[in-house]
């Protein structure tokens, strides 16, 4: 490999931990005032990806226990972030959502980054951005032929 190829792509890791831990620390704040385990967190970030998910298939998302899985989902109800339903295809089982708080928070914490990169990008001469986006995409396209090699 050449040995500017090698000083460019370490530049762009650099860049890209400068630029992630600018978004973390305008975030902190936001993370540090939160009244969750982290295995609470995990819950709420794995329930918002789904319509609905059963304490077992939430013990299995999380690779924990059932018994584990139930006591997280009740501090998590008690908590006002997630509400049980009955499962409509089943009685005997119960659906666990994100309540409209939970749902509120996930999103709060993922916004937050969001809205302060688009800031950032605002700030950019137009050359700079697509020049940016062009990269971006590159690099999208990478990781996504990745991630479908990865996959069973």
Same mark, same amino acid.
């Given at each position: ?24 620390? @305008? ?15 995990? @819950? ?38 997630? *509400? ?9 089982? @119960? ?7 939970? *749902? ?9 980054? *969001? ?25 999208? @396209? ?11």
């Amino acid at each position: 490999m050449e040995p500017c190829a090698d000083r460019l792509r370490e530049e762009a890791v650099q860049t890209y931990k400068t630029v992630f831990h600018a978004l973390q620390a @305008a975030n902190a704040a936001q993370w540090l005032h939160l009244e969750l385990t982290m295995a609470q967190l995990k @819950a709420l970030m794995a329930l918002s990806k789904g319509d609905g998910e059963t304490v077992g298939s939430m013990a299995d998302a999380l690779e924990i226990g059932l018994s584990a899985s139930s006591q997280l989902t009740e501090r998590l109800v008690q908590h006002g972030l997630v *509400e049980r339903r009955d499962d409509p295809s089943d009685r005997r089982r @119960a659906l666990v959502h994100l309540s409209p708080a939970g *749902e509120q928070l996930v999103t709060r914490l993922r916004q937050g980054n *969001e809205e302060r990169l688009r800031d950032w990008l605002a700030r950019l001469e137009e050359a700079d951005l697509q020049a940016l986006v062009q990269g971006l995409r590159a690099l999208a @396209a990478v990781a996504s032929a990745r991630r479908e090699a990865v996959r069973p």
